[in-house]
């Protein structure tokens, strides 16, 4: 069975940081390129930070230079550290594969406030 568990947001203010972390299990984790999404009120979900298998990554133009997607295959694991938050980041934070995506974990919020 897959599952997916995001962790690691909250509320913070503007110019903060946070770190995501993402558990999976019941993936060939190690061959699928995962990503992170968010989900603002009102808006379609959408991919912001992507890792592939060899950890190539890539970034919506909105959040280069400011997020960094990392893996740690042996730990079925995906982080994403986020740097000078703004409060358009604000959203629900999920991870999932980029192709054929599984069922989405509950995601986890991140505030970030004026």
């Known amino acids: 069975q897959v599952q997916l568990v995001e962790s690691g947001g909250g509320l913070v203010q503007t110019g903060g940081s946070l770190r995501l972390s993402c558990a999976a299990s019941?993936?060939?984790?190690?061959?699928?390129?995962m990503g992170w999404y968010r989900q603002a009120p009102g808006k379609q979900r959408e991919l912001v930070a992507s890792?592939?298998?060899?950890?190539?990554?890539n970034y919506a133009d909105s959040v280069k230079g400011r997020f960094t997607i990392s893996r740690d295959n042996a730990k079925n694991m995906v982080y994403l550290q986020m740097n000078s938050l703004k409060p358009e980041d604000t959203a629900v934070y999920y991870c999932?594969?980029?192709?054929?995506?599984?069922?989405w974990g509950q995601g986890t919020q991140v505030t970030v406030s004026s």
């Open positions: 890792i592939a298998s060899g950890s190539r990554t």
């Open positions: 019941g993936v060939l984790f190690s061959f699928n390129a």
């Open positions: 999932n594969r980029v192709v054929s995506q599984v069922d």
